[in-house]
């Protein structure tokens, strides 16, 4: 299965045993969103079929930071809640301009699991009028066990050696004006700035006005544009990990694997001894 799937495809495939359409919508951690529930917009609407992910329960629940990878365990828990197993095809979608299927998509592959994404989302879907359903689907418990990782995740500690080494590129997916400083971040521990270093990749680059993915030719240019290979060693950070995933997304889509740096600003910016530059890269 490609990993971008159209809507086209997704209608003809819906009634497929084997296919398993994953609500991957979430607004908790992200500052100045709008408020949202998530979960009970699925259960007013969502895809015929589809399963509410809730990223919330994807989370490193012991740790300080908003949106860290889960335990082995936990995340094998949570499969086996959605009937996950393994010769299940997973397709993602998201509500909202945060493209949160992308972090899904990288938690999920961080355990083994391969998924696709929908392009354009519920939002496309909807505006193509096409079937919507409401209310909670009961789900039979599964047999799962996580897999060896298929992504990659940096820790502080690898990203302060990579200010010495210059190993990898940094791409941060943050707006211009928080990447610059001249936007303070929204969360108050953190400083203003970006890692040294870094290269801005505001995220919404790599996305049309539909909300579809761009052209590989023109993802590649916005890298390139950007002054980032992505054919060379990248890792992706933001303000708590979740559009950076957008970049790794986009890094796979021209054949590339990225890393993530989970911790991103929330960590990196909140650490009086990580420093911090200004201005454009």
Not at 85 to 104: F, N, Q
Not at 145 to 159: C, D, K, S
Not at 208 to 225: M, Y
Request: aromatic share 8%.
């Amino acid at each position: 299965m490609e990993s971008l799937v159209t809507t086209e495809w997704l209608a003809d495939a819906l009634a497929a045993p084997d296919l398993l359409l994953l609500d991957a919508s979430y607004t908790s951690t992200l500052p100045g969103s709008p408020t949202r529930d998530p979960r009970a917009e699925y259960e007013a609407a969502h895809i015929p079929g589809a399963r509410f992910l809730d990223l919330d329960t994807l989370v490193d629940t012991a740790s300080p930071l908003p949106s860290m990878l889960p335990t082995r365990d936990a995340f094998a828990a949570r499969m086996r809640e959605l009937g996950v197993t393994a010769d299940t095809r997973i397709v993602l979608y998201d509500g909202g301009p945060h493209h949160t299927s992308c972090r899904a998509w990288w938690v999920l592959r961080m355990f083994g699991v391969d998924a696709s994404l929908l392009d354009g989302g519920i939002d496309k879907w909807r505006a193509e009028q096409r079937a919507m359903q409401s209310g909670f689907t009961p789900v039979s418990v599964s047999d799962f066990t996580p897999g060896p990782a298929r992504g990659q995740v940096r820790t502080l500690a690898e990203m302060r050696a990579n200010l010495e080494s210059g190993a990898e590129q940094v791409a941060d997916a943050r707006s211009a004006a928080r990447f610059t400083g001249d936007e303070p971040d929204p969360r108050p521990s953190c400083g203003s700035g970006h890692i040294p270093g870094a290269r801005n990749i505001p995220y919404g680059l790599f996305f049309e006005a539909d909300g579809t993915w761009k052209q590989p030719d023109e993802i590649a240019r916005i890298f390139a544009d950007a002054g980032i290979d992505p054919a060379k060693p990248l890792a992706a950070t933001c303000g708590s990990g979740i559009t950076a995933a957008v970049i790794v997304f986009a890094a796979h889509l021209l054949g590339h694997d990225a890393a993530l740096y989970d911790g991103s600003w929330s960590e990196w910016g909140a650490d009086p001894s990580a420093p911090k530059a200004m201005g454009p890269a």
